[in-house]
């Protein structure tokens, strides 16, 4: 009974998942049409002019192949001049060594760590990463022939392969007007809008908002007009020059969407009138962003904020209100961009990026000893597998080379499958085409999604051409399937091995460090008491890269401090980030009421004590977390729970029915901020509780 349950759960999860990915990546069927389509192109060209190394021409489709113009181009370039510099260092290495065998293997070995140093401190990492491929991949040709003249044309092959992919995908993809960064921002801003506009428009009816926004959400749509900010001023020189006014328009539509979320509870509180002219505000907001033309705030909200309206309107009237007072600025206050470095700070001092170019160094040259040891041609993606798992952590270097396993076992057992069922009965390109398209399609959408699984639809992808798109006739050699595979698996191995006993990069201490600094920062934001500030984006930014360090610390082996004690670390910090993004959610909620206008003084009084008795609290556990992480004690709230309880008591003596009910509001957020708070969870053995919260003045 339980294995019939346990299949439509499985499936459920699935559908969810699918419906997730869809969701967070709205413009994935576009980026697969176009990769799709490059793909056929490509394979026809290929096929009809006899073009060698075609899965080489289909990895350019899928790598440059982007959401936006400003990545695809950016992307198609640097693999243009990679590839050029990559096969320049290949033919002067052949050129110079290829009689001396050990020569060039030592030549080959300091080319290969120099990329691979340069690959991790390095901006432009992608072009050294393509070098470093490039030059250890020809090492398994060299033992192929004994005409130096050959090799030199495989390596010019390989160059043509590239380059004529690159420029087809270029080409295709401004035919086709890939969603212009300027566009895809300014369509996430009205999409936000357009669902405040939805809760609006339920208060306005006196109804229950129905799609309330969740934290995550909220997050996922603050990082997303971030991260396409970003790359509309890497785009438009307008966009640059004025580039603090576009900041300000994208953090209002935040803090719009944010307070839309404090709305839930709000139907019966809401004034009407207010509701409708914040329904007018939003929408002229978005006309703004449809036009281009400047926000001017009328004046229907003037006037309209009180003690009585919900702290969550209050936040979006002063949000409307600031924007119009910045959209009123003229642009020549804005600062020019600074010039970005072209090396990491550190690049020649910290000895770790050495130390984990000798350790993909090492396993390379291990790989290829065995493979010329044991004559294994069929194996020569092991070398390959060592450069493309080598990750700067443990945990990350895990998740690379599980997604690798993963999409070329897909992509194997799809090509024998195709091998033994499908190729028999096709003799045109037609067939090829109507053959490998569906596969295609499916691993650019995989590769389009989120870093979770899309280097296994590269994967996928790669696998597949190898077995049957490197031939220009239909294919029955299976024995390749299986090398290929062994190979993947043989050169994983080796690398896990070498990075997980020399210089291991775990970023379980890093992780502890940046958790820690999340909530010292969020602690220091709630002791300002006065600020009127919403909360900066950076919080939900830094939150971001915390859970994407914890998903590979996940990842990472747990011998080194034993299984039980490394789940325990993983479940504890996933839990505390889980609980530090509701911690957010609850604190913006609170400080939306806490910026309501004409406060009673007890309420502020009561609000500014609470403020700093949380802070210090969150300072504490962040402190301890650092200090003493095996004994981490989780926050308890009874010491204010007194402070609280007056709270009601205090609210009927106030003067208006308006007052007593915004201390009320006051109330039901700072008992959910402070439940927040005290479910972070204890570490090792420490008492559940244990830490208390209490105000500045007793800590």
């Not at 044309?153 to 420029?167: E, F, G, H, K």
């Not at 007007?177 to 936000?192: F, K, S, Y």
């Not at 690398?495 to 958790?515: I, K, M, N």
């Not at 957010?584 to 007890?602: G, K, N």
Request: net charge neutral; charged share 15%.
């Amino acid at each position: 009974m339980s294995a019939s349950r346990s299949f439509p759960e499985a499936m459920s999860q699935f559908v969810r998942f699918l419906d997730d990915e869809t969701r967070a990546f709205p413009g994935r069927t576009n980026v697969t049409l176009r990769c799709v389509l490059t793909s056929a192109i490509v394979i026809t060209v290929s096929m009809a002019l006899q073009v060698p190394f075609l899965a080489l021409s289909l990895i350019a489709v899928f790598y440059i192949t982007q959401s936006n113009v400003v990545v695809t181009r950016l992307i198609g370039v640097l693999f243009m001049v990679g590839s050029t510099l990559a096969i320049g260092c290949a033919i002067l290495v052949l050129k110079f060594t290829y009689d001396y065998p050990l020569l060039r293997i030592v030549l080959s070995a300091a080319l290969f760590f120099g990329s691979v140093y340069l690959m991790r401190v390095a901006k432009i990492g992608v072009v050294f990463f393509l070098v470093g491929l490039v030059v250890i991949y020809v090492q398994s040709f060299v033992d192929l022939t004994d005409q130096a003249e050959a090799l030199v044309r495989i390596a010019l092959w390989v160059w043509i392969a590239i380059n004529y992919a690159i420029a087809v995908t270029l080409i295709i993809n401004t035919l086709l007007l890939p969603a212009e960064p300027m566009r895809q921002l300014e369509d996430a801003m009205l999409g936000q809008l357009k669902a405040v506009d939805a809760v609006l428009a339920d208060l306005e009816r006196g109804a229950q908002p129905a799609n309330i926004p969740g934290a995550r959400a909220i997050q996922r749509g603050i990082l997303t007009l971030q991260k396409l900010l970003r790359f509309a001023t890497m785009r438009d020189p307008e966009y640059r020059q004025s580039q603090a006014f576009h900041l300000a328009r994208v953090a209002t539509v935040s803090r719009l969407y944010a307070a839309a979320a404090q709305l839930a509870d709000a139907a019966t509180q809401a004034p009407a009138h207010v509701v409708t002219a914040l329904r007018g505000e939003c929408g002229a907001l978005a006309s703004s962003i449809r036009t281009g033309g400047r926000f001017a705030m009328p004046t229907a909200l003037d006037g309209s904020g009180g003690v009585g309206m919900p702290g969550a309107l209050l936040e979006m009237q002063n949000a409307l209100h600031a924007f119009a007072d910045r959209a009123a600025a003229p642009d020549s206050t804005e600062s020019p961009q600074e010039k970005g470095r072209r090396l990491v700070p550190d690049a020649f001092s910290n000895p770790v990026y050495a130390q984990f170019a000798l350790k993909t160094t090492l396993a390379a040259l291990m790989s290829y000893v065995f493979y010329l040891a044991t004559d294994w041609q069929g194996i020569h993606t092991i070398m390959l597998s060592c450069l493309i798992v080598a990750q700067p952590s443990l945990g990350a270097t895990s998740q690379r080379a599980i997604l690798r396993v993963a999409g070329a076992a897909i992509g194997s057992a799809l090509a024998l499958a195709m091998i033994v069922w499908v190729v028999p009965r096709i003799d045109d390109i037609v067939g090829l085409l109507l053959m490998a398209l569906p596969v295609l399609g499916l691993s650019a959408w995989v590769a389009a999604g989120s870093e979770r699984i899309s280097y296994a639809g590269v994967q996928l992808m790669f696998t597949f051409s190898l077995a049957l798109l490197e031939q220009f006739g239909p294919v029955s050699e299976l024995t390749e399937i299986r090398d290929r595979m062994i190979g993947i698996v043989l050169g994983i191995a080796v690398s896990a091995v070498v990075h997980a006993f020399l210089w291991p990069e775990a970023e379980g201490e890093s992780l502890r460090q940046r958790a820690a600094g999340l909530l010292h920062r969020l602690a220091a934001y709630l002791r300002q008491a006065d600020a009127g500030d919403a909360m900066p984006a950076g919080l939900w930014a830094e939150l971001g890269d915390c859970e994407a360090t914890a998903a590979r610390v996940a990842l990472e082996p747990g011998w080194q401090m034993g299984n039980t004690q490394e789940e325990s670390f993983t479940v504890h910090v996933q839990t505390m980030l889980a609980q530090t993004r509701e911690i957010l959610l609850a604190t913006d909620a609170f400080d939306a009421e806490r910026r309501a206008q004409s406060q009673p003084v007890q309420v502020a009084h009561a609000v500014t004590e609470l403020r700093d008795a949380v802070g210090v609290t969150l300072d504490r556990y962040a402190s301890d977390l650092i200090e003493r992480p095996l004994a981490v004690c989780a926050p308890a709230c009874h010491s204010l729970d007194a402070r609280v309880a007056r709270w009601p008591a205090e609210a009927a003596a106030l003067s208006t029915d308006a007052e007593r009910l915004a201390s009320g509001r006051m109330l039901i957020r700072a008992r959910s901020l402070m439940h927040q708070v005290s479910t972070l969870p204890a570490w090792g053995n420490a008492p559940t509780g244990a830490a208390p919260i209490t105000p500045a003045s007793q800590a």
